[in-house]
């Protein structure tokens, strides 16, 4: 089993959709998450960070974590054609280490 | 402020040669990272360093690969006698103190082995 799983699309959604983006892990004892976008060609940026359960909202994101089901999820509302990218989810573990998912490529059609 | 700063920003070199990338992190951020990324893949650790502690070396791919980190901030990977698999985009990366907390890429170094 993989650290960090996300699925790797491509997710399609229609402009002005919700987009929901999905990373499960398997160290329990993680204790930080991390969505971060990434142009093709560039670098990744932070979108959105996440320490305790429950939901926590940045504008038209959204950032989702369950540790008893071992997720974390990001939700992109009203998803514009500038949304479309790789979104990386990464976790800091029980060593205090950090691993990323291998992302889900996200397209919004206009 | 300034952001990560990584140099060179691409390099192209022969099988065989050694290359060494830099990378310049955020002022004050006391964790530094690197990471590879190859063409349509996620991002594979390489290597932290965290202040004045030993690096957590653990994501060297072999012994032709080595960092280190003068005075605490600017750091060095050096891949000696380059392979063509070494192509990628090696990426650095820092925070603030450790990986608990967000960290901030720079743009990265496309290196090519021909």
């Known amino acids: 089993q993989k650290e960090v799983e996300q699925n790797s699309g491509p997710l399609s959604v229609p402009e002005g959709a919700i987009a929901s983006l999905n990373c499960t892990y398997s160290?329990?004892?993680?204790?930080?998450f991390f969505w971060y976008r990434q142009y093709s060609g560039k670098s990744p940026e932070l979108i959105m960070f996440?320490?305790?359960?429950g939901d926590k909202e940045d504008g038209r994101f959204t950032a989702q974590l369950n540790k008893a089901s071992q997720y974390v999820s990001l939700l992109i509302r009203d998803s514009q054609p500038s949304d479309s990218a790789t979104y990386l989810c990464a976790v800091n573990g029980n060593n205090n280490d950090m691993r990323f998912g291998a992302g889900t490529r996200l397209t919004v059609k206009p | 402020g300034a952001g990560v700063s990584q140099s060179p920003s691409n390099k192209v070199t022969e099988k065989g040669k050694d290359v060494e990338l830099r990378c310049d992190p955020i002022?004050?951020?006391?964790?530094l990272y690197w990471y590879r990324q190859s063409l349509g893949q996620g991002l594979e650790f390489l290597i932290y360093?965290?202040?004045?502690?030993?690096?957590?070396k653990s994501g060297l791919p072999s012994d032709r690969f080595s960092a280190e980190r003068t005075g605490g901030s600017v750091s060095t990977l050096t891949i000696q006698r380059t392979q063509q698999e070494d192509s990628a985009v090696y990426l650095c990366?820092?925070?603030?103190?450790?990986?608990?907390?967000?960290?901030?890429f720079g743009d990265g170094t496309r290196l090519s082995i021909l």
């Open positions: 160290d329990r004892g993680s204790q930080s």
């Open positions: 990366a820092s925070s603030p103190d450790g990986p608990r907390q967000p960290q901030h």
């Open positions: 360093f965290q202040g004045n502690s030993a690096p957590d």
């Open positions: 996440i320490y305790s359960n």
């Open positions: 002022s004050g951020h006391t964790a």
